[in-house]
């Protein structure tokens, strides 16, 4: 039997080495990204390589972690395939009343191989469900009774998108019944929706009598829908994968895949890897990302040493101590510790924003001086350290000033956990739903945005040693706020505190 493949050895140099479908399954996996280097290695591979990816489309996805239906939609975008079209109707069929745009043009070049599948999913859904199928069948063109009989019914279900669709499909056939609606909507009635519906018609019968164009794809650059670079999707990945990729020839990974151990308990073999990369690799970034991997090792002595070494080494690169900082967050209090970390925010710039966020990270009371000068620093690092701190050790005088950067995209997140955190008031359990409120009205919140407050209000009664809210309760009432979806994060997600591990290994359950 052979041996499974190692995720080190989808080493982006040996994409064009290894198959298409291996390629994909890989990246099903999560073990690599989705970049620029993926979508190259197979479109170079021509025909053989489309038609491992119509494989591939074709394979169950229940094992699958990484759902990658939008890139196979842009793959038969890109090059259209008949193999395709069971995964393209089955794609529409998940969503068939918000058809992407990207899944219409892989379609529609298709042509006549698509229209009896396009029919049988049309009847299986009906008219109700089935506006954008019709759609579909009106866009491919393929004279065809089936297709004329379908919109000539859907004219009368729904007048105004059947007009529509006929207009596109250009058969002339459909003239006398679109002559004939026309003609029975009052020309005396000026109400909205009779205008627009004897717009919508007549602009469909001027369709009919305009010459036909024939189809022309708009072009598609398929790599720039991708970035060059991506790292494999590491919160589902399991612990041993994870460490797995501690040995890539990527140093990006290899400092995602060390980070990836943040704030987690390790196995003794994963934290010897940690501290071999953090005293010998050659990239900064991979030992910085090492050292504070291992801040749950710290208790060691001899690892906390090593990282004390490292922080008060001048002679390391800025990057690399300000990891070993980060590492040492839970001895920030220990005075020969502290002097450090101070002397590491006196040199400002990267180095003052890694000694806030040890600061923040310890919970240290007399760090809490640091926080509310930098809410308004010129270096974004600093602000959204500034902004964490400010709200995890309550500055309450600077609610107003922390809720000036809920405008900007760039600081939103921060200041809205954060607020939630420092916002004035009394911290109960009954209290937390109005919190909520309070902030929602400030600033009306997003799905996602409403489950980072819950969480961060949740946090506040976690540091009064109250039990959480919105944890515990699953899903929030309907008065909480109108657009929550959920409680908390989802179990992948990042956790809201910055912990910069995931929620399912932090507050999650």
Excluded at 279 to 291: G, H, N, Q, T, Y
Excluded at 300 to 306: K, W
């Amino acid at each position: 039997m052979a041996a499974a493949p190692s995720l080190v050895s989808f080493e982006p140099g040996r994409y064009n080495e290894i198959p298409v479908i291996e390629l994909l399954r890989a990246a099903s996996r999560g073990w690599i990204g989705i970049d620029k280097r993926l979508i190259q290695s197979i479109l170079d591979r021509g025909e053989a390589g489309m038609a491992d990816v119509a494989v591939f489309s074709r394979e169950p996805v229940r094992e699958h972690r990484v759902f990658l239906d939008q890139v196979l939609i842009d793959l038969f975008h890109h090059s259209p395939q008949p193999g395709a079209i069971d995964f393209l109707i089955d794609a529409i069929r998940r969503e068939p009343e918000d058809v992407d745009d990207t899944l219409v043009e892989a379609l529609l070049p298709l042509g006549s191989q698509a229209v009896d599948a396009l029919l049988k999913l049309y009847e299986e859904l009906g008219e109700e469900a089935g506006s954008d199928v019709a759609f579909l069948l009106a866009g491919l063109r393929i004279r065809d009774p089936r297709v004329l009989a379908l919109l000539l019914d859907r004219l009368e279900f729904d007048a105004a998108d059947g007009a529509f669709c006929l207009g596109l499909y250009g058969d002339p056939a459909a003239k006398p019944a679109l002559e004939k609606m026309l003609a029975e909507l009052p020309e005396e009635d000026t109400s909205d929706d009779n205008v627009e519906l004897r717009r919508e018609i007549s602009h469909a019968i001027e369709a009919l009598d305009a010459p036909e164009t024939p189809y022309a794809p708009e072009p598609f650059d398929i790599l720039a829908e991708y970035p060059k670079q991506d790292i494999p999707a590491f919160d589902v990945l399991t612990e041993s994968e994870r460490a797995e990729l501690l040995a890539s020839p990527e140093a990006e990974v290899r400092a995602e895949a060390a980070y990836s151990f943040f704030n987690t308990a390790v196995n003794p073999k994963v934290r010897d890897a940690l501290l071999a990369m953090a005293k010998s690799d050659p990239e900064p970034l991979v030992r910085a990302r090492a050292w504070e991997a291992l801040s749950d090792a710290a208790d060691q002595e001899p690892i906390r040493a090593a990282m004390l070494a490292t922080l008060t080494d001048e002679s390391r690169p800025v990057e690399e101590r300000g990891g070993a900082a980060v590492g040492l967050y839970g001895f920030a209090d220990k005075p020969e510790v502290q002097r450090a970390i101070e002397a590491l925010y006196e040199e400002g710039g990267g180095a003052r924003a890694k000694a806030l966020e040890t600061m923040w990270r310890s919970l240290h009371k007399p760090y809490s001086k640091y926080f509310a000068q930098h809410l308004d620093d010129e270096n974004p690092a600093i602000v959204h350290q500034a902004l964490r701190g400010a709200g995890y050790f309550r500055l309450t005088g600077y609610a107003d000033k922390i809720a000036k950067r809920l405008d900007s995209d760039d600081f939103r997140d921060d200041a809205l956990f954060a607020y939630a955190l420092a916002l004035p008031g009394e911290t109960t359990r009954g209290r937390a739903r109005g919190i909520l409120r309070k902030i929602d009205s400030i600033t009306h919140l997003s799905p996602a945005e409403t489950r980072l407050v819950m969480f961060a209000i949740d946090e506040r009664l976690r540091l009064y040693g109250l039990a959480p809210v919105f944890e515990s309760e699953g899903e929030p009432e309907p008065e909480a706020s109108p657009q929550a979806s959920s409680a908390t994060p989802g179990r992948n997600d990042p956790c809201p505190c910055g912990s910069g591990k995931k929620y399912k290994k932090c507050h999650g359950k």
